[in-house]
């Protein structure tokens, strides 16, 4: 079965790994800092804290920043549920903005019709790695004095207008994921990246159960072992062999997105004349991290082509099962009916595989089995 996406793992990042097992450090040692400052350099932001992966990110970020009891936080429907699943951990309400029927991303036109007196973030998504109108969602939180999070884990490598995702410019703080299917991967893992100092020291006391040595923020001082919990924290931490492997995947990130535009590109030349198909588009002003490329079909048809794609040992997907329709929030919700381009795009979308190690010869498989498919349908 070729996979909707995997990692790329090279001779180069083995031998890190390997490196880092011999070293005096396995976790809390020099690679967990140097991958931490190599991906703030990438992106062009100050600070990063290095977590375990994207959803304990997401749950540092939401915490660091203050959302918690009694906060509306306006989201997007069109992503993996952890992206929600944090706010309601840390007590907040998600508030669900539909999406725009061309990118698939939250609908910035819609948003302010969605603040109310309690609202208090905008947790955005970059979703496929397409990035999202960030001088549009700056214009609104600035307007409303809200906080603005970037859950960024599908778009490390993209850019808007020539900056970096990551880069913070124009947000509080950004969130990242190194899942296999992710642009880099250490396994499991995730990063928070902010301009923020103040913000940059709580996340990394929350990564490591509260804890304090700073002299600054003690409140007594008994002798060099003293080390006191000034707020309720986790641990949270990425190993030191993640951390070696973050590092060396990062070098080759631009070559992955590079690959990954390259095969989104060939995908639009070679699927073009398909009839019955929707092919996804991009903004002039942004590289995408292509994370994923997704297709709409007529929604009679879907499963009968998702299935006869995986029959034809083609691992397609669909991204994402929109969250508002899961159990779980339909019961602390209730049902959500006014998203009505998200549940349209839901019934119609599915992914192709995209990854950097895929071949010409497995893209053009893809590319035939889809087109035969499709015959049944002109
Ligand atoms: C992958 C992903 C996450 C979760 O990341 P994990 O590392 O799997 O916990 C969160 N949000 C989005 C948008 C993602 O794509």
């Not at 790994?17 to 062009?44: I, M, N």
């Not at 100050?46 to 540092?60: C, E, P, R, W």
């Not at 804890?211 to 003690?218: A, G, S």
Request: aromatic share 8%; charged share 25%.
């Amino acid at each position: 079965m070729i996979p909707y996406g995997r990692q790329s793992i090279e001779e180069e990042d083995i031998h890190a790994v390997v490196e880092a097992l011999r070293s005096d450090w396995l976790t809390q040692g020099p690679k967990l800092k140097e991958f931490e400052e190599k991906l703030a350099a990438y992106c062009g932001a100050k600070y990063a804290v290095a977590v375990s992966n994207g959803t304990t990110a997401l749950h540092v970020a939401y915490l660091g920043l203050g959302i918690g009891e009694g906060d509306e936080v306006i989201t997007t429907p069109n992503t993996f549920v952890a992206t929600s699943n944090m706010l309601l951990v840390v007590g907040a309400t998600p508030v669900f903005c539909d999406i725009d029927p061309k990118r698939y991303n939250i609908d910035v036109e819609k948003i302010e019709s969605l603040i109310t007196p309690s609202t208090k973030a905008i947790s955005l998504v970059h979703f496929a790695g397409h990035p999202v109108d960030i001088d549009t969602i700056e214009r609104i939180a600035k307007k409303h004095n809200l906080l603005v999070i970037e859950d960024s884990c599908q778009a490390l490598g993209a850019t808007y207008k020539n900056k970096k995702i990551g880069s913070c410019t124009q947000s509080n703080a950004a969130v990242f994921s190194f899942h296999p299917v992710k642009s880099i991967t250490t396994g499991e893992g995730g990063a928070i990246l902010t301009n923020d100092k103040e913000l940059y020291e709580k996340m990394m006391r929350l990564r490591t159960h509260g804890v304090t040595k700073d002299p600054e923020l003690l409140e007594e001082y008994h002798g060099d072992w003293y080390f006191e919990t000034c707020e309720l924290g986790y641990n949270y931490r990425m190993t030191d062999m993640q951390a070696a492997l973050g590092i060396s995947q990062l070098k080759q990130l631009d070559t992955f997105i590079e690959k990954r535009n390259k095969q989104a590109t060939y995908y639009n030349e070679q699927l073009k004349d398909v009839s019955n198909i929707v092919l996804p588009t991009v903004d002039d002003t942004v590289r995408s991290a292509w994370h994923l490329y997704v297709i709409q079909v007529l929604k009679e048809h879907r499963k009968e082509i998702f299935d006869a794609m995986r029959e034809a040992g083609i691992g397609v997907q669909v991204h994402h099962v929109p969250v508002h329709i899961h159990p779980l929030f339909k019961k602390v919700l209730g049902e959500q009916k006014y998203l009505v381009h998200a549940d349209e795009y839901y019934s119609r979308c599915f992914s192709l595989p995209i990854f950097p190690k895929m071949t010409r010869e497995e893209q053009n498989h893809v590319i035939g089995t889809l087109k035969h498919i499709m015959e049944t349908y002109e």
